[in-house]
């Protein structure tokens, strides 16, 4: 915690005499100590939706620890209640003072409802997808310069510039952040993002400090043990490396030809969905060439992209996951 600028909560008034804060520098240090940077907003490169042979950076709303529903009820909502006394026996247990933490914490409560308020609510698949350049990404959310701070984000093997085109998944919310972020003090954001890391630490660390996050997973789920550690392990190598852990189980277990027996089934069935359509007497000619122009457009995706085999592909991906 000190490396990334030390908890309020816990350092008191000494904090306040930290003139240099930048949240944005916080999770720089986050992503530089192996922390996820996914607090503020989402930071992501993943498939383009509209292309899936293109790879594109992704910004999106953040997950709050609190799901939507309860939040969206306000602070004495049960759920969000109990949330807050878990941060606050987070902070009191790592040694701030239970009155500060109290108050403090609650702050940063509300500053999480503030963070929902912001974004749009999600009805609508399309409404995720607005790609413009990163010049564009400043017009909307004028925070800092967009392309530098991505730039320290990525490996240094990749570099973009102004022009980068990146997918902003949540308009509203970028639009509303710069607002919310001025109008909340230093020491709130700070909090916030500090009691995110003691979080996303809380299952590696000591077993009183994992006793109060299952409390919390009690009330949020009902679950009422924590998981045996193999099992956590597993679940963490498979999130964490999914790419690598798909390669191992499609070489196991997918490569007796199932897939492409699959394909020349697809390829049968397309073929013979052509001759259907062809031989319609109801349908005019002008109408069965465009119902088998969208039908030649329709992308198959069976099992497993080719990709995923070739180990030189998932040694990239695991490096860009790990930097």
């Known amino acids: 915690m000190k490396e990334m600028g030390g908890w309020p909560v816990l350092e008191g008034n000494d904090w306040n005499s930290k003139k240099d804060f930048k949240w944005i520098d916080i999770i720089l240090k986050r992503r530089k100590i192996g922390f996820s940077i996914n607090t503020i907003f989402i930071f992501d490169v993943d498939v383009n939706v509209q292309n899936s042979s293109q790879w594109m950076i992704w910004l999106d709303q953040p997950i709050l620890p ?52 912001a974004q749009e609510e999600r009805r609508f698949v399309h409404h995720i997808h607005n790609v413009m350049n990163l010049t564009q990404l400043y017009e909307l959310a004028p925070l800092f310069n967009w392309t530098n701070v991505i ?18 998944g949540d308009v509203r919310y970028f639009g509303n952040l710069t607002n919310l972020l001025k109008r909340t003090p230093e020491r709130v954001v700070a909090n916030y993002l500090m009691l995110r890391g003691v979080i ?16 919390f997973l009690r009330t949020l789920s009902g679950r009422v043990t924590h998981l045996p550690r193999w099992e956590q392990c597993i679940a963490m190598v498979s999130r964490s490396l999914s ?4 390669n191992l189980y499609v070489k196991h277990y997918l490569q007796n030809g199932s897939k492409e027996k ?14 259907m359509l062809k031989g319609l007497e109801w349908m005019d000619d002008e109408t069965k060439k465009q119902a088998l122009k969208k039908e030649r457009a329709i992308n198959s995706y069976i099992g497993y992209p080719e990709e995923l085999l070739h180990d030189e592909n998932i040694i990239k991906l695991i490096m860009f996951q790990i930097m």
């Open 151 to 168: 730039n320290k984000i990525l490996p240094d093997t990749i570099e973009v510039d102004d022009s980068e085109l990146v997918n902003v």
């Open 262 to 275: 699959v394909e020349i089934l697809v390829r049968y069935l397309r073929n013979s969905f052509d001759d």
């Open 66 to 117: 609190v799901p939507q529903e309860y939040l969206l009820q306000g602070l004495n909502e049960s759920d969000v209640q109990a949330f807050l006394q878990y941060a606050i026996d987070l902070a009191v247990l790592l040694g701030a003072n239970k009155t500060t933490a109290k108050k403090e914490m609650t702050e940063v409560v509300g500053f999480m409802i503030d963070i929902f308020n």
């Open 243 to 246: 790419y690598a852990v798909s």
């Open 200 to 215: 996303q630490a809380a299952s590696f660390l000591s077993k009183d400090i994992r006793n109060l996050d299952l409390k």
